[in-house]
């Protein structure tokens, strides 16, 4: 009965002896539902793409994780979003024992952060198995009304997933947007 009872605690209370903030706790209830997930597992899984050792400091939040767009690898996305501007990072981990991180990415090519900017927001999405994240650029001119927008596609190897393709387009900025700096 002892037994049953540690399991049956280390099953359900993954987070017990850590003081977690109620609204992460929440919104990685949420995550799990939606992936089908134990929360445990999405815990884990946003606790190893932090750079913070006491996940007190750390102020990233669950904005996708996705279950089935790559499914057929056997692998889960997770995208996180922190800091002002808020900027993600993205992740693909296999589904195997522990969930080890197969790849992670901050920054493009260029080594900009995928930050929101002129307040467009970055975004990611996954399309025939392949990870495209949309990045905001600059304005074109100092009086230009549209930014360069950036689609960078990566592409899985067999072993980890490379920037394949760049592709860019414009997007409208309002008035009052323009005049954000991009920070260094």
């Known amino acids: 009965m002892l037994l049953r009872l540690t399991l049956i605690l280390l099953i359900t209370c993954p987070l017990c002896g850590q003081e977690a903030n109620p609204a992460d706790r929440?919104?990685?209830l949420t995550w799990a539902a939606k992936a089908g997930l134990p929360v445990a597992t999405v815990h884990h899984l946003w606790r190893s793409m932090s750079h913070f050792a006491d996940?007190?400091?750390d102020d990233s939040r669950i904005v996708l994780?996705?279950?089935k767009s790559l499914a057929s690898r056997n692998q889960l996305l997770m995208v996180t979003a922190a800091g002002l501007p808020s900027c993600l990072t993205v992740a693909v981990f296999s589904k195997g024992p522990g969930n080890p991180n197969v790849w992670s990415e901050s920054e493009t090519t260029d080594k900009q952060g995928f930050c929101e900017h002129l307040g467009i927001e970055?975004?990611?999405n996954v399309a025939n198995g392949k990870i495209l994240v949309k990045v905001p650029g600059d304005l074109v001119s100092d009086k230009a009304s549209h930014a360069e927008v950036v689609e960078y596609t990566y592409?899985?190897?067999g072993n980890t997933y490379f920037s394949s393709r760049k592709q860019t387009?414009?997007?409208f900025v309002p008035a009052a947007n323009r005049m954000t700096k991009r920070p260094d």
Request: charged share 45%; no cysteine; net charge negative.
């Open 26 to 28: 929440q919104d990685e």
């Open 55 to 57: 996940e007190k400091d």
């Open 65 to 67: 994780l996705d279950a």
């Open 122 to 124: 970055p975004e990611v």
């Open 155 to 157: 592409t899985w190897t």
């Open 169 to 171: 387009s414009l997007e």
